[in-house]
Every structure is written in C-alpha cells, then in structure tokens.
C-alpha cells in the first residue's frame, strides 16, 4: 500500500463543527527516555522538535459524550500559546494546521486516532468577528 505513516487530512474533516479548548498546553512526556524522577519530553521522529498535548472538546453534536474530549499532539520548538477567549464564551474555539492522523489499534482493540498538529490558532472566523466587535461572525464562514 503507497499510503503510509501519518495521513495529511484538513481541519474541517477532523473537527467538521469546530472543537474548543478544555485544558492547557502540556508536555508530552518520553516514556523511553525518562526514568524515576527525571522527565524528558517526548521529541517528534521526523522533525526532532518538542510534542506538547492539549485537550480539546469536539463541537460535533453526534460524538458520543466519553468521545467528546480527544488529546491533540503540536510539534513545536517551544510551547505553543493558546488563542485567547472570547468575550461572552465560556469555552475558547480553536483551529489547527499541518494536522495528520495516524490510526492505531488502542488498548481495547479498537481502532482510533492519534492527532498530530503543526499550529493552533483561534478560528478565522473568530478573528474577524473579533476585530469587527462581535462574538460570532455572520455567516459563520471563514474569513
């Protein structure tokens, strides 16, 4: 099979109903290389920069409930800066570039998915609206 490794794949497929921030950025820990109190944070193989972690809500009303909630992976060299809440919002909107998904066999035999990302931003749309002094844009479309 020609397709191999982690698959390229656009924000919209992924979150089609955008997702939000429910934790903080956190490292991502080496499980190899770190020992009884020494932690090393776990590198990218391709790249060799940092994996950081955060955990997002995905908008999809369809998700199950104990689906909602997946862990997103950011490579980067330093820790990424989550985009800032939005006025009257009590969750902050995300977006996110370079995404792959890499699909494995969990724990319990099924399949899933790792999300790895290159960049986090807040929604363009979002932005637009913000600059325009609204909470939510129009149309809802991306600027």
């Known amino acids: ?8 794949v656009t924000f919209d497929k992924v979150f089609p109903h955008g997702c939000y921030l429910v934790g903080a950025v956190e490292q991502v820990k080496d499980f190899d290389a770190s020992t009884n109190g020494r932690f090393v944070q ?4 391709e790249t060799g920069e940092l ?20 862990a997103v992976k950011i ?11 939005m006025p009257g ?13 890499t699909p494995y066999v969990n724990g319990n035999g099924r399949l899933a998915y790792s999300i790895r990302v290159r960049e986090m931003r ?11 002094g609204n909470a939510s844009s129009k149309d809802g479309a991306a600027a």
């Open 1 to 8: 099979m020609a397709l191999q490794g982690p698959i390229p």
């Open 42 to 45: 776990a590198r990218d193989k």
């Open 51 to 70: 994996v950081w972690q955060i955990a997002v809500m995905d908008a999809d009303p369809e998700v199950k409930p104990a689906q909602k909630t997946v």
């Open 75 to 85: 490579v980067a060299p330093v820790q990424p800066v989550p985009p800032a809440q």
């Open 89 to 101: 919002l009590p969750f902050t909107p995300v977006e996110f570039d370079g995404i792959s998904v």
């Open 122 to 132: 807040a929604p363009r749309s979002a932005a637009v609206a913000a600059k325009n």
